[in-house]
């Protein structure tokens, strides 16, 4: 297919997609289920119109997955607003690091014992599929500053973290297959104290100070110069800056998007907390800045004010971040569509069954145990950990440092490739019922608590009644 032809079959698509916005999210298929079902349609197993191998353009795909990873990482941080002790954030951490080991542990296992992988090769397999995507999962994570749902902002903040706890295992799995099982003591303590401590602490640190630091500066001079104009590359900048200034020091850029943008809110929230904004009379919760200004009128504000020019430096980086977002994770699932007819192994879906059933329920209700989260949710939390974009850059990753093209190391692609596209289908397929549910029980036993509350406001009237009553005929005994 020649240039014009790429153009009207991605203006085609794209024009479908709009108009049937609203029956997509009425149905039971999400966005990027048909991104995937277009992407087949077009490959060698449906039209044959498209033939894409991910595989023969690794390092290509490399850079376009890890654009799309760093800038939904940044705008899954950026929505996150609850304080960093609160509860959700606290099983957002349990689900990235303690729940992630023990899923790369019950993957490995599995591919060992079940495929027969050796286990440097075994390990890859199990960092690659592991990770929960951040881009992917947009009908999980949390929509916007102000939800605070315990599920959402758990999910989110896993997405958001374990990128930086399952390269470091990938990494190792890719040290011990290219130097053929045996690794140096030098080697290991370059691993623990570099591509684990320092890349997760120095990733974090890096993108927070980066985050916060431009965010106050660019609300103190658009306070300063009354600048109301759109200012879309805020984002884009913080997201280029954060990633680059982690991975030339070795730290995990990933994790620095991610930091960057939870320290952008973070200065959106110093900011509002110290300059209250006049039309907000409770002064004990204030709502997210970008809530406080419409970008459509801004030439209209009064931004003589830091929590308006605060608003609209967070609203243009949620606006450019979502964008950017949608079309990339558009073009890579659409590509995963296409190149699945390469890369298809009936064996792959064994392998996610065993991880959605029960490696990954299992290891989320390990790490839960004792926090006092109730069932319902620590099964959905176990159940809705889709996998997408973020293990296809893991598998460009392998391939540019020395995964090879053997038979095992090719059957180990097209296995993990099969478990990506059967996330992308059975977890969008099942994530909206599911949280319909929830929230339907939510309500139940919100109308529970509300009748119980009544019932006692009426027993506490009749016991008063009852005492006035008796009070009255004591007055008149009396008399």
Known sequence: MDFLGWTAATGGLLLMMSLASGWISRSPV??????LAAGIICGPWALDLLRIDVVDHSELVGRVTEIAMAAS???TGLKLRLPFKSRSWRMGARLAFPAMLLTVGGVTAAAHYMLGFDWPLALAFGAIVAPTDPVLASLISVNDASDNDDLRVALSSEAGM???SALPILILAMMLITSQGTLTGEAWRHWALVDVLWALLGGLGIGFVMGRLVGLLATLLRSKQH???PNDFLALALIALSYAAAQSLEASGFLAAFAAGVGLRRAEMKVINL???EEISDHDNYPPAEELVNPNQRHTLNTSGPAHSVGLVVGDALAFGDIMERIFAAAIVIVLGITLAQHWDYQGLLMAAVLFIVIRPLSVWIVSMGTGTPALRRGLLG????RGIGSINYIAYAYTHGLGSGPDATRMVDIAFTVIAASVIVHGVTVTPLLNLRQAR???KEERRRQEQEQRAEGEEGE???????????EKSEH
């Open 30 to 35: 999400s966005t990027f289920g048909l991104y």
């Open 442 to 444: 939510k309500a139940a």
């Open 162 to 164: 374990n990128d930086g």
């Open 464 to 474: 008063q009644e009852a005492q006035q009553k008796q009070c009255e005929k004591a």
């Open 73 to 75: 990482l940044f705008i």
């Open 227 to 229: 600048d109301v104009a």
């Open 383 to 386: 159940w809705l950990g889709i």
């Open 275 to 277: 300059h209250p904004p």
